[in-house]
C-alpha cells in the first residue's frame, strides 16, 4: 500500500498525521516536501540524494527510532539537485521492500505535490475547521482524484468542542476524523513518536486509530472493485 498524506494548506499538520498513520500501519514515513522537510533528518543519505542519483532509496531508510523514515534534506541546492520524475519509482521500491508506504506530500499545487498522488493507491487528507483551509482541501481533492489517488478519509486537524464534521464530510466526500488540537500530538511529533506511545488511551490516540481504521477500509474497498 502506498498511502499519499496530502493537504491543500501548509501548516495544517500533514506531516504530524504521516507520522501518526505510519506508526499505525507500520509503515515507512517518506517526507516528500522537498523544499520544506519536517520530520527529523540525522544523519546519512536523504530522498534528496536518492532523487540525485546519489544513494539508492532502501539505504536512506532509517529503522532506528519509533517509526521507520525516509527523510528529505533541508538544503534548497539538495531540493533543486533532484529529480523529482524519480520519486514515484523510489516510493515503489521502498512499498516492495517494506509492503506500506506513507508519504508526506508537499503543499500546494505544483508539480512535486503531484508526483507522491500519481504514485499513492490512496490518499488522506488534512484539512482544518477554517474556511480557507477547507478550499484549499477541495483543489487537493480534485488534483487526487485527476491522479487516481482515491480520497479515503479526511482528517480534520486542530479542533475543539464542536468541529464542523459533518459539513466537511458533505463537502469533500469522504469519512471525516476530527482530531483534537492537544498539547500531547505536538510533543510526541517533536520527539518523532506516535501520541500513542506517550499517551496511550488518549483522545487523540483513539482519534488515530479511528482514522487508520476508515483508510484501511476505503484501501480495501477501493482494491476489491479494480
Known amino acids: ?13 500533514k506531516s504530524t498525521v504521516a507520522l501518526e498513520l505510519g506508526a499505525q500501519f507500520d509503515a515507512v ?62 516510493v515503489e521500491a521502498v512499498e516492495d521492500a517494506y509492503d506500506s508506504v506513507v508519504v508526506d506530500c508537499p503543499a500546494g ?18 484539512t482544518a475547521p477554517r474556511e480557507f483551509a ?22 480534520l486537524n486542530r479542533t475543539g468542542g464542536n468541529p464542523p464534521t459533518e459539513q466537511v464530510r458533505r463537502a469533500l466526500g469522504a469519512p471525516v476524523v476530527a482530531i483534537p488540537d492537544d498539547e500531547r500530538v505536538e510533543r510526541a511529533r517533536r520527539h ?8 496511550p488511551g488518549s483522545r487523540p490516540a483513539e482519534r488515530f486509530g479511528e482514522l487508520a481504521e476508515e483508510t484501511r477500509r476505503a484501501v480495501e474497498s477501493r482494491s476489491s472493485v479494480r
Open 1 to 13: 500500500m502506498i498511502l499519499a498524506v496530502a493537504g491543500g494548506k501548509g501548516g495544517v499538520g
Open 29 to 90: 514515513v517518506v517526507d516528500a516536501d522537498l523544499a520544506m522537510a519536517d520530520l527529523a533528518a540525522g544523519r546519512g543519505p536523504d530522498l534528496h540524494d536518492v532523487l540525485a542519483g546519489r544513494a539508492d532509496p532502501l539505504e536512506a531508510v532509517r529503522e532506528d527510532g519509533p517509526v521507520r523514515l525516509l527523510p528529505c534534506g533541508r538544503t534548497l541546492a539538495g531540493a533543486r539537485a533532484g529529480d523529482v520524475t524519480r520519486l514515484a519509482a523510489t
Open 192 to 199: 518523532g513518536s506516535p501520541v500513542a506511545e506517550l499517551a
Open 109 to 126: 499545487m505544483a508539480a512535486d505535490a503531484g508526483m507522491p498522488l500519481l504514485a499513492a493507491e490512496a490518499a488522506v487528507l488534512v
Open 134 to 155: 477547507l478550499a484549499d482541501a477541495l483543489r487537493t481533492r480534485a488534483l487526487a482524484r485527476e491522479l487516481d489517488a482515491g480520497l479515503a478519509a479526511v482528517a
